[in-house]
């Protein structure tokens, strides 16, 4: 009796220690690859890097207490008292990300396993997993992500057809739309200024253009090979008042104008890297470079405004700077590049550090 009042007096104690102990997390980026040495650029000196690996983003562990050293030993402790294992959780982690964006130190990661959005907040210290596309209707194959409005992040649902309208903040189903209008809605991007929303209908080879309130506006393109004509688009980029649309079956990058109108082609279909087979994520950045995953060989592919071919960065493989089946791609205001790495089951990041 003497021994269990000892025990649980204890626990007591420790537990109020931990209440003491501040919960505060701070977001981090793993760096798997414990073999390099030194910080990965690419290319490699003697060449001038233009590119640095910053780390990956997994799920919960990217986040620990401000005083996780002195909170976990407490924790061991207490789960040594109490004869629990419940503290030994196995965290939740990303497992098919299948897109990323990122907005005002929020990283967003649409995850087609978990069939959720994945929210990492950087400058809150917060992760939070999103699974409801409206009240009591689950996601089924979100993809598609684009930041729009003052507070609403939208989620195209390829099994569900409908674009889906969420409180960026907490992930609070607001409204949807996009219903028997959608075929198979993928990609997605959207204009601050004008308000439109930019949806790849994958199955139906073109490009709709709806406003915030769900009209649909208008639809670019159709099944072809010229300029302007697609087959079987998937992902989209929006900047400097262009669209970047990738072009998957056709194996090149089409740039438009806002209302449609083509302006260039970038890529052709090859065996050799700067090929296409199937390109799916598509970025540009503030010196007009335009980035490419070539999700079939594993690379992101570097072309400069006028589609000649720069870099490669990439190729199969498990460590850091590799990619097994890469999707969405996603270029932040501070030229920071992120990567869904599908199969790897994170987010890579880098740093363009200019130069070209």
């Not at 620990?64 to 419940?86: H, M, P, S, Y």
């Not at 089924?140 to 507070?151: E, F, R």
């Amino acid at each position: 009796m003497i021994k269990r009042l000892i025990s649980l007096a204890l626990v007591s104690h420790i537990l109020l220690l931990l209440a003491c102990v501040p919960a505060k997390k701070v977001m981090i980026l793993n760096q798997p690859d414990q073999s390099q040495r030194g910080e990965q650029l690419w290319p490699s000196p003697p060449e001038q890097p233009r590119y640095a690996y910053l780390g990956d983003l997994t799920g919960e562990q990217n986040f620990i207490n401000d005083e996780d050293d002195q909170r976990q030993t407490f924790e061991k402790v207490f789960a040594l008292i109490v004869g629990l294992d419940f503290l030994e959780q196995e965290p939740l982690v990303l497992q098919r990300p299948q897109n990323v964006i990122a907005h005002q130190g929020r990283i967003y990661v649409s995850d087609v396993a978990k069939q959720a959005i994945f929210m990492f907040d950087q400058n809150k210290g917060e992760f939070n997993i999103w699974e409801m596309a409206v009240r009591g209707e689950p996601f089924y194959n979100p993809i598609g992500l684009a930041v729009a409005g003052k507070d609403e992040l939208l989620v195209t649902d390829a099994q569900l057809k409908k674009i889906f309208v969420l409180n960026r903040h907490n992930g609070e189903p607001i409204r949807s739309f996009g219903h028997a209008l959608l075929q198979r809605p993928t990609g997605l991007a959207y204009d601050p200024l004008s308000g439109n929303v930019f949806v790849s209908d994958t199955q139906a080879h073109n490009i709709k253009i709806f406003n915030l309130q769900g009209e649909l506006l208008d639809v670019i393109g159709k099944q072809g090979v010229v300029k302007g004509e697609f087959n079987y688009p998937t992902y989209l980029f929006f900047r400097d008042n262009k669209l970047y649309v990738s072009d998957t079956m056709n194996a090149r990058i089409q740039v438009l104008q806002a209302d449609g109108t083509p302006i260039t082609e970038i890529g052709e279909r090859g065996l050799y890297v700067g090929n296409f087979m199937r390109p799916k994520g598509i970025a540009a950045d503030s010196e007009g470079n335009i980035y490419a995953i070539e999700s079939y060989y594993d690379h992101l592919l570097i072309f400069n405004a006028g589609g000649e071919f720069l870099l490669p960065l990439g190729g199969a493989g498990k460590s850091s700077g590799k990619f097994f089946l890469p999707g969405g791609i996603w270029l932040d205001n501070k030229n920071r590049l992120y990567i869904a790495d599908m199969l790897n089951g994170r987010i890579a990041i880098f740093q363009y550090l200019g130069g070209f």
